[in-house]
Structures are given as C-alpha cells and as structure tokens.
C-alpha cells in the first residue's frame, strides 16, 4: 500500500508503551482481511493507536466516534501526539480535516449520531455520495460495541457502499454476552478480535494501578424476606398439587408421545429437554405411565432423580407456551395460566418457579444495600481519611427520597439520593459529600463559590440554586438549560483538589467516559450485569494518579444474599448469580495474592454460607484486606511475574470435568483396583491421553484451516483436583478464542452436531468446524482410534445417530452440574 505523502511525513512524537508496540508490530498481518480490531482495556491508549495506524494506512479516513467529546479528543490526539518530519511542532496532517458528515475531508471526525441523523435526513445513496466523492478508503469506528440496533443499517450501507474500506475497529469492552445474531453481526461490521491488551498487561507497563474487587454482602431486608418466603410457599403448593393433579396426568397419558413415544424419533431428538421432565414427572406421580415414554428415552435402567423445581419449570413451561403440546383451551392449562400469572411466576410468556424477575429486581434495589453501601464508606472514610476520593455509581436517581418538610425518616428503594441520604445522616469525619446525576446536582453550600469559578460566566447565570430544606449545609443546584458536561468538568475538579472526597452519581453519567484520576475508591451499586457495562465502570477508577504515584484502587460490588431460599436457582439468590456473570468478564488478584484470573471465587469461597453470622465474618475479612495497600500493590508485582523468564498473557482456558476423560480400560482399572501408591500414575496417564486428545483436536482445526497453520502453537494440559485446564500457547488471540470454542463443542452440552464419537458408552459431538464432510469426519475417527482406542463414529441423520444423540442430551441433562465445562482467564507464561 501506497501512503498518502502528507500522511507519511507525520510520527508519533512519544515512545510506545511495550504492548503498543507489540499491537502495532502485528498491524501488517491483520489487515490481510481489511480489518483492524483491538479490544484494550480503558486507559490503553486506544485513541493513538488508531491515529497510527490511520498514519501507516495513508488513506483518507472518516472516524466515527460514540460522543462530541470522545470525537474531539481524536483530534486533539492528533494534534498533540503527531507531529511533521519537516517541522518541530503539530501540523495538520492532511489537506484538511473536518467534523461535518456532510462535507467530508481527507480526515474527518463525526459521532454514530450524527451518521444516523444524515442517514434520515438524506437516504442513504445520498448519505453514501458523500464519503465516496471525498474519497474515503478508510473507517474507523471508535467503542464500537456503543453501536445500537438503528445505527447497524446506515453503517452497513456505508460499508457496503465504499466497494470493501479499510476497518479499524476499537473498543475497551466487546458485546461478548449479546446474543449469538448480534455477536455475529457485531463481528460482520468489525472483523474478528486481531489484538487484546488486558488490564494486567497495562498494569505491569505501569499505566493502570494496582487494585482490587471487594464484595460486600448483605442480608434481604424483612421485605424481601418475606416476598420471598410467600412465593416458596407458593411454588411447593403448585408443586403439589401437579402431583396430585388428576385431570393434567390423564391428559398428559393421551400425548402421542407418551402413547407411542416410539413413533416420533423426531420429536424425541428435538423436545429431548421438556420430554425428559415430562418422564421425571410421571414416574413420579405414576409410575407405570411413564414406562414406554421411559423406554423409548433409554431410560429404564437408569435411576431418575426427583421432580424438583428445575424440571417443573422445563415441564410447565412446555405445556403452557409450547404449540401443540397441550391445547391453549385445555381447561388445566387455561387454570394454571391464571394461577401462575396471579402468583407472579410468568413474565413474557415464561414461567418462573426459582428465580421470577420480580423478585430479581426487587433484590437489585433492595434497600439493605444502601447501609452496606454507607458501612463501606464509613470504613473507606476511617482508612484513608482526607486521602479518600471514593465514588458510588447507581442506576436510578428516586429524587422522591429527598426528605420533604416535616417528614421522618422512610426506607427507599437503591438509587443515588437514598445513598445520598444515608451517608449524609452519618456525618462522616473528615467527609465531603456531593451528589451528581443529569438533572440533579447536590453539593455543599461552602463549595459554590469554588464551583462558580470553574464554571464560565454564561453558564452560572442558567443554575438554579435552592439550600436543602432539611439540611442547608447542602444546597440543591438545577441544571436549567445548561449543559451538563461543563458542570461534571467543574466538579471532578474539585473532587481531584479534595474539596469533594465522596461523590454519589449515575452509572448513566460517570460509567463511561468520566476521567477522575484521583478516585481510588468505587463501589459499584449498578444492577447492570452486561461485561460492557461493568468493565467500563472499573475502569474509572483504575487511571494512574500523578499526584499520588502509589495509588491502589478498591472497586466494591454488592449483593444481596436470600440464606434460606428454596426456590432459588443459585446458592445465595439471584443478585450474586449476577455478580458471578461478571466477574466472568474481567481478571484481577485472587484472594491468595498469587494469581491473576476471573470469577467470583476469587473473592468469595465458593462454599460460602449465607447466614448472618458468616456474612459479617466474610465483610470483616474483606475490610481487613482492603486495609492494607501495600500488600496488594506488592501482590500485583509478584503474581505478574518475571517478565524476563516467560511471555506472560492473559490466557483464556478451557476448565474440563475428570468425568468428560474420554474412558479407557486401562485407567478404569486403575481408578477402581490398582493401590495406592499406584495414583500418581494414573493421574500422569489421564494427563497424557488428554494431551493426545487435545493434540489431535488441534491438528485436525489446522488441517482444515480453521486455525493457522503454526508450527509453534501447542496445547498445554495441566492436571487439576478434578479434571482438566487446557489451552492453547504461542497463537494468535484469535486461534485460541477459537481452539477454546471448539474444546467447548467437544466436551459441553450436546446441540446439533452432524456426527459423534462414541467411546465405552460415552458420547463426544464433533466441532462444526471440522465435521462439515463426513470424509473429514472419519479422518479424525481413524486417528481417534490409532491413538485414544476403539470408538465409533455416528451421523447424528441415522438412527443409531439419533439414538447416541438422545442419549448424550439427556446424560447431560442428568448430570449437568458434573460436566458443565467453563472458560477461565489466567494471567500465566
């Protein structure tokens, strides 16, 4: 590619950070499919990184940004941080640049805002013209995961229509829990994941802090508590009554399926989930019914476990919303529609019998978590004292909790003015309170003057104040008219000057995009469990300090804990399944200070009780770490590790059941006959056959081109206390996402694979990936057998295919909590 000359007279001005120069050595090689897509973390430098390789491509660019601010800053980057071969100071790089859609220049900066509203305004062949007749070759789409449904169109025109441009893809959090259509759409518009640089990488460079997550729990309130109890209640007599329910059993014993279930291999292979429950159910309620349905499912040996919650839901819901299960007039099905919707278990034509979204929300926002959010700061306040630059971002404002005159004290649902309230009526020492939203700013009364010196003249004049009936130390400021970013820039002002040292927002406001380098303290009281969401919340609080170069950061997450649930899906209650869901998304120190990975057990013992007592045990221990900064700070240097003896990375992992081994002889002998001192061997044999399963796994992807063809990449196995971690080293990021998917294929949950591998009455469905031609099918058989034993290979389109199939589901099924596999990140060389 030939550069533009006024592109390539430019360079950067500074030295790149290591792992931008190890992004921008790859930049050649990822454009073979004309995208560039990095994923780094916040505070990498993502903006200079695309400027760059804007330079290296030399072709007229539109950038496409998620705010005016974040556009700006891309040209002030450019301003700054490039300057002219031919001159010692910033030039412009190009002909000219520009910031309006509709007059684009060689390089021009706009928002996804304004390309939508042009789109609207203009159609888009119009919209198209424009780029084209400027001669755009390049687009550059900044957080790319902020796209929304209604942008997609106009951005995928724009695409289409520039005849194959050159992509540049950046965001700090990728939409990894969207649904599969929109992941895949996501990947059509950016290409897939080129570079990754994670926060501990940024944090060995010494660019982000030292920090660490704390989790706070806390106990439901009597509310909740008793909500809770009353649906329990509820749910057992439904249970009941199903059992004993005459007229559901006699029509369910009229299904076809349950008639002649042997007639419909079809519908045995599709409805396997619900036909199974159905199974449980009338061996429970009447045995006999269920034995040709048993039969037909293989069943008749194998021991059922008992019609509990989880399989009533998988039944009710069939026979409520599934067509053609149970006729929508049937009386019982009419009967139980209303009675489940009265009991508040359907929301969105779905039953509910553990975890009902209503009762999700109410602990999201239950109130008790507003005294832990105070206990945090009342704790964070005695440790750091006037060093202390805490923030709370909530999702809601309920401006309703500002005491109204003559009115006592009333409990409120979490959001920003209860938090308010209830630290403000601690009277913390040393605290200096504001509240700080879109529309309401709240802060001291003594601070105005300092607040109206930050402000310009223009703006002060639009501010409504109004002292705090109940309080007149605080004073109430409205925004009026004016803008609100002029008012955040003028607060996080006094917040970096310790003016202010608590601050109570919006996760709406500050979640993304607020640069507050001297917040050291953050407690996440956000209910949003999207890893996009939640990754740029800590990230605020994660940017180095200049005043105070030791800086260590605590990020605080809350849950509220149900101890006595029955009904519950998930030890301790929905809230603290959600926060299992992200601390999927992220890495950090574990408990131990030794290691660097994701998930909730790094924070939290997984055999957690959920009463009182240990609670507060838990919440004291977590205080007692949080106190001392210092260890963490030397615990981030010593479980990074020595840079100099390995290429240390944030490595994904596949986590594989002892169960899924595929079996042999040989150790099944020696798991039940050989002695003890036989053990290590054995373990060193499961070991082995796993790496030569692995080993041909990867050989077979490459063979087919799914991976690249490297000679260097090997899997590493290691032997766990109750299964396996494999993974692939010395491979792209993309290699390993998709060495990973396919282990996931290969050991989890049977779907819909074209064909299988049965080995002694196990079942193994083959990766999509490499089972598209039976011919590549029966080659990894044939190496299957050469290297692991006997097995038969079975299209899932015959019928003793879709017989292994049924049965592989349901050992699944049966068993799910034993075989379920998991990808982990661990920082490791």
């Known amino acids: 590619m030939t550069a533009h000359s006024c592109w390539h007279n430019m360079h950067f001005r500074h030295t790149w950070r290591p792992y931008q120069a190890r992004v921008l050595q790859a930049f050649e090689q990822h454009l073979s499919d004309r995208h560039f897509h990095v994923v780094a973390a916040p505070g990498a430098g993502k903006t200079v990184l695309g400027l760059e390789a804007l330079r290296r491509l030399g072709r007229p660019a539109l950038v496409l940004a998620p705010s005016l601010a974040i556009r700006d800053q891309w040209c002030q980057r450019w301003r700054q941080d490039f300057v002219s071969a031919a001159a010692d100071h ?37 919209l198209i013209d424009r780029p084209q007749s400027a001669g755009i070759e390049c687009l550059v789409f900044d957080e790319a995961h902020h796209l929304r449904s209604a942008w997609w169109r106009c951005l995928d025109a724009l695409k289409q229509g520039l005849d194959q441009p050159w992509i540049i893809a950046l965001t700090a959090t990728p939409p990894f829990d969207v649904s599969a259509q929109e992941w895949n759409r996501y990947l059509g518009l950016c290409g897939p994941v080129d570079e990754e640089v994670s926060i501990p990488e940024q944090v060995r460079a010494g660019t982000l802090c030292p920090h660490q997550d704390f989790l706070h729990l806390c106990l439901a309130d009597a509310e909740q508590q008793a909500h809770r109890r009353e649906f329990d209640q509820r749910v057992r007599r439904w249970l009941t009554d199903w059992l004993l329910d005459s007229s559901l059993i006699a029509a369910l014993r ?14 045995l292979l ?11 159910f009338l061996s429970s309620a009447a045995g006999e019914l269920a034995q040709p349905l048993r039969a037909a499912l293989r069943l008749s040996e194998v021991a059922l476990p008992a019609f509990d919650l989880r399989w009533a839901e998988l039944l009710v819901n069939a026979l409520l919303f599934r067509p053609g299960v149970l006729d929508e007039l ?6 139980w ?25 109410r602990l999201e926002t239950c109130s008790a978590k507003i005294d832990a959010i105070a206990e945090v700061l009342e704790f964070a306040q005695a440790e750091q004292g006037l060093g202390l630059r805490a923030a709370v971002l909530c999702d809601r404002i309920v401006e309703s909790a500002l005491p109204q005159p003559g009115e006592g004290p009333s409990r409120h649902r979490l959001g920003v003015v209860p938090v308010f309230e209830a630290v403000r009526q601690r009277r913390l020492a040393d605290a200096r309170l504001a509240l700080l939203s879109g529309s309401l700013l709240i802060l001291p009364t003594d601070l105005l003057p300092n607040l109206h010196a930050a402000l310009p003249a223009t703006l002060r004049a639009g501010l409504v104040l109004r002292p705090l009936d109940h309080d007149p130390v605080y004073t109430r400021i409205d925004p009026g008219n004016t803008s609100i970013a002029p008012l955040v820039a003028a607060v996080t002002q006094l ?10 927002g919006t996760a709406a406001l500050l979640g993304e995009g607020w640069d507050a380098p001297a917040l050291n303290t953050l407690i996440i009281a956000s209910t949003a469990g999207a890893s996009m969401s939640c990754n740029q919340m800590r990230g605020r609080s994660l940017r180095l300090d200049p005043q105070r170069p030791h800086k260590v950061a605590q990020i605080w997450h809350l849950a509220c804990v149900e101890p006595q649930t029955d009904s519950s899906a998930d030890a301790g209650g929905p809230d603290l399944a959600s926060l299992r869901r992200r601390f999927a998304t992220f890495a950090g120190l574990d408990a131990s200070g030794k290691e660097i990975c994701n998930g909730l057990a790094r924070v939290v013992d997984p055999a957690q009780s959920m009463q009182a007592v240990a609670l507060d045990e838990h919440n004291r221990q977590q205080r007692l770490r949080a106190s001392d900064p210092q260890t963490i700070e030397r615990s981030w240097q010593q479980a990074l590790g020595d840079v100099a003896r390995g290429n240390y990375q944030l490595r994904r992992e596949r986590r594989i059941p002892a169960r899924r081994l595929p079996p042999s002889t040989l150790l099944r002998w020696l798991s039940s006959s050989a002695p003890h001192w036989f053990s290590p061997w054995a373990g060193w044999l499961r070991r082995r056959r796993m790496q030569h399963l692995t080993d041909l796994l990867l050989t077979h992807l490459q063979r087919k081109g799914v991976l690249e063809t490297n000679k260097r990449a090997r899997v590493r196995v290691e032997l766990l206390q109750h299964g396996f971690s494999c993974r692939l080293d010395q491979s792209s990021h993309v290699d390993a996402q998709r060495f990973d998917e396919a282990l996931n294929e290969l050991f989890g949950r049977p779907l819909v694979p074209r064909y299988l591998i049965e080995q002694q009455g196990d079942y193994f469905p083959l990766p999509k990936a490499i089972s598209s031609r039976r011919a590549d099918a029966e080659a990894l058989a044939r190496d299957w057998r050469r290297q692991l034993g006997p097995c038969r290979l079975l299209s899932t389109r015959s019928q003793d295919g879709r017989h292994a199939l049924l049965a592989a589901k349901e050992a699944w099924l049966l068993s799910a909590a034993e075989v379920q596999t998991e990808s982990r990140l661990r920082w490791s060389a």
């Open 495 to 504: 917040f970096a000057r310790g003016e202010l040292n608590l601050l109570i």
């Open 270 to 280: 599709e409805q396997h989930d619900w036909l199974l429950a159905l199974c449980i």
């Open 337 to 361: 529609r209303r009675e489940l919707k009265r009991g508040g278990a359907i929301e969105r034509r779905r039953v509910y019998l553990r975890d009902p979204p209503r009762l999700s929300r």
């Open 90 to 126: 910033p030039s412009e790089p190009v002909d000219s640049l520009s910031f309006e859609i509709d007059t684009p220049a060689r390089l021009t900066f706009s928002t996804y805002q304004a390309l939508h509203a042009a789109s609207k305004r203009l159609g888009n062949a119009a």
């Open 330 to 335: 049937h009386p019982w099905a009419q009967r």
């Open 254 to 267: 009229e299904l076809p399926l349950v008639q002649t279930p042997a007639s419909e291999p079809k519908q």
